[in-house]
């Protein structure tokens, strides 16, 4: 059984709530020095060091930072390699609404046939230049880009000991920009 993390309680079995990138940046959440918690504008947040995403990793996700950064670069050398292979082994299916918003994606067999029209040049661009320090951490997990993408971690047991760092949210947020 698959089991995916909340950080703050909230239903274990649930996909997380997809909403707007805007509605998800106003839930950012940056440390200030003194390590405590606070919503603040991810792009103003300063990108120095990996320090406040990790500590938002560890204590709005309860993963394991290293975990998460490992799966982060995974996903950006597979994307960059046009592994369609390798990314699709890290994908949680199914995945909805990842061809035009439109179609589900049952399986890693239909995402690999599907992958051009799934990750797009926009995707793969937002993959391609995310710094693992900018990335935005709140109870959905990581986002990258403008929400582009988003890797949650998935429990594998019920006391969520053993979980896996995958991506639930490939959309294309382009039109955002108009």
């Not at 799934?118 to 959905?140: C, H, S, Y």
Request: hydrophobic share 45%; charged share 20%; aromatic share 4%.
């Amino acid at each position: 059984m698959l089991l995916l993390l909340p950080a703050c309680g909230g239903s274990h079995d649930a996909a997380p709530e997809r909403s707007t990138p805007a509605a998800e940046a106003q839930d950012a959440v940056a440390l200030d020095e003194a390590g405590n918690g606070g919503t603040v504008d991810a792009a103003a947040a300063p990108a120095e060091d990996d320090a406040s995403v990790r500590a938002g990793i560890e204590s709005i996700l309860g993963g394991n930072a290293d975990d998460y950064k490992s799966a982060f670069l995974a996903l950006q050398k597979a994307v960059a390699a046009g592994d369609k292979d390798a990314v699709a082994q890290m994908i949680l299916y199914p995945l909805n609404g990842a061809v035009d918003g439109q179609q589900t994606i049952r399986d890693a067999g239909q995402f690999v046939r599907e992958y051009d029209s799934i990750v797009t040049p926009a995707i793969a661009d937002a993959v391609a230049r995310q710094n693992f320090a900018d990335l935005m951490v709140n109870k959905n997990g990581l986002m990258f880009g403008n929400g582009e993408v988003w890797l949650t971690g998935i429990c594998e047991d019920d006391a969520c000991e053993k979980q896996s760092i995958l991506v639930t949210t490939l959309q294309d947020t382009s039109d955002l920009d108009n």
